[in-house]
């Protein structure tokens, strides 16, 4: 019962900027950390970003620091990534997940993912 839904991914030019978006339903959103994680292919799924159930606590892979920002709005069960001064590198499909508890970065440590959304940028 419990679905995460992404949407927001496309195709931009380098140098551009997307708002991804994960809407949830079926968990009590408000008491579950949240996560981005992302894979290209041929390659292993990796953490993007995380925010605590109350926003409190932040986590930012070394490669997106500064250019993305992870938010969370309770009163819609929504999570949002911006992503600013996008690369060819960040091209990849990208991942909403739940935990309960503390921020983690290892996927086996979430509970629950959406099916994915598609993230292209052109050089």
């Known amino acids: 019962q419990v679905q995460l839904v992404e949407s927001g991914g496309g195709l931009v030019q380098a140098g551009g900027s997307l708002r991804l978006s994960c809407a949830a339903s079926?968990?009590?959103?408000?008491?579950?950390?949240m996560g981005w994680f992302r894979q290209a292919p041929g390659k292993e799924r990796d953490i993007v970003a995380a925010?605590?159930?109350?926003?409190?606590?932040?986590y930012y892979a070394d490669s997106v620091k500064g250019r993305f920002t992870i938010s969370r709005d309770n009163t819609k069960n929504t999570v949002y990534l911006q992503m600013n001064s996008l690369k060819p590198d960040d091209t990849a499909v990208y991942y909403c997940a739940a935990k309960r508890a503390v921020v983690t970065t290892t996927p086996d440590s979430y509970y629950y993912w959406g099916q994915g959304t598609q993230v292209t940028v052109s050089s």
């Open positions: 079926g968990l009590t959103f408000s008491t579950y950390v």
């Open positions: 925010i605590s159930w109350n926003g409190g606590n932040l």
